[in-house]
Structures are given as structure tokens and as C-alpha cells.
């Protein structure tokens, strides 16, 4: 069948809607106290305890973080009397090892800064709607059609996502040494005289 009108095609406009932020910064601090400080639970995860926020030793990180989260808020336009670290601990992987998929469960903003890392063992993240992974057609991956998204981690550099995003830690090529934390906002949640309707 042959068209012998064309069809003049105007004004096409794309709009990414509830969009999923990720947002990376990078601190200029020591790590070596942070290091040689770290002591971990005997357990498979090789993880330290979760209250480093609560120490000496991390006030540099601590700092930079509340820094940071203030300015993703702000930029967002959250409203909130004050953040509170929730926990902060650290992970180490070596060679080979893996952190499975998961969330950070009862948190608003969750975190991770590498102090020893390598861009062979990265973080990756997926896609949180549950309609994504129905129909794939083949594409040439980009943001705006992946189903995973994948940041290196570097020494010096962190990552603040949502805490309900579920990521993982595919097996590592390397030693990663890496700390993560969890944020509440301190403040009012929903609109007033909802019933649905709270202070933190």
C-alpha cells in the first residue's frame, strides 16, 4: 500500500516522570584512621558494627555526609527540621565475594562511600518498577532503557539513593573496603489534618 500524502510529524516532546536519583559526591579526606579503626563482626558479610557515625574517627565522613544529604534535600525541595544517621557500618569483600540483592528497609536515604575500592567492583542497581522487566526489546543499553545501572566505586566517592532502590554487589575482582549508612528526616510527613498525617 502506497501513502502519497506525507504526514508532517511536530512538536514531539519526551518527559521523564518519577524519576529514581542517584546522586554521587567525593570527599577529600584521610581514610587511613578510618581504616586502621575498622574492626568487624566475625560473621560472613565481614561487616563492622553500625554505629561508626557515633565515633571519633569517622567525624570527617559523618560531616561530609550531613553536608551532602542537606544539599540533595534542598535541591529537591524536602521540607525537614533536621536528618539523623540511622546506622553507619562498614563491608569489606575481598576477591571473589559477593553482596547479595537487597534494600534498606524503614530508612528514607541510604548511602555508600568507598575508602578502598577499585572500578572493577562496581554497585549496581535495578530497575524498581515492578512493569519494566515485562516486555524487553532489544536496544542499545542507555539510560533510558536499562534495567540495571551500574556506578564504579572509586576511593573517595559515594553514592546517596533512595533506601527502598534494591542494589547488589556482583562478585568482586578486587579488595573493597566500602562504608554504608541510613538516613531519616526528622520532621512533618503528609499533609496536615489527613489523618494520614505525621511528625518523626
Given at each position: 500500500m502506497e501513502y502519497n500524502n506525507m504526514v508532517d510529524v511536530m512538536n514531539i516532546e519526551s518527559f521523564d516522570i518519577f524519576p529514581t536519583t542517584i546522586t554521587s559526591f567525593s570527599l577529600k579526606i584521610n581514610h587511613k584512621p578510618m581504616l586502621d579503626k575498622l574492626i568487624y563482626t566475625d560473621d560472613e558479610s565481614l561487616r563492622s558494627?553500625?554505629?561508626l557515625h557515633k565515633e571519633k574517627t569517622w567525624g570527617p565522613l559523618v560531616d561530609g555526609i550531613h553536608e551532602v544529604t542537606d544539599v540533595v534535600l534542598k535541591t529537591h525541595q524536602y521540607e525537614f527540621d533536621s536528618l539523623e544517621i540511622t546506622g553507619m557500618w562498614a563491608n569489606r569483600l575481598d576477591k571473589g565475594e559477593a553482596h547479595p540483592p537487597h534494600t534498606h528497609s524503614n530508612?528514607?536515604?541510604s548511602g555508600v562511600y568507598y575508602l578502598k575500592a577499585g572500578e572493577t567492583s562496581p554497585i549496581q542497581f535495578f530497575d524498581p518498577r515492578p512493569a519494566a522487566n515485562v516486555l524487553q526489546p532489544r536496544n542499545s543499553p542507555n539510560?533510558?532503557?536499562?534495567s540495571m545501572v551500574q556506578f564504579n566505586s572509586v576511593e573517595g566517592v559515594g553514592y546517596i539513593f533512595p533506601s527502598w532502590l534494591q542494589h547488589w554487589v556482583?562478585?568482586?575482582k578486587e579488595h573493597r573496603v566500602s562504608i554504608s549508612w541510613n538516613i531519616l528526616l526528622r520532621g512533618h510527613y503528609g499533609e496536615p489534618g489527613t489523618l494520614q498525617n505525621a511528625y518523626i
Open positions: 558494627n553500625d554505629q530508612n528514607f536515604l539510560w533510558h532503557n536499562s556482583p562478585p568482586t
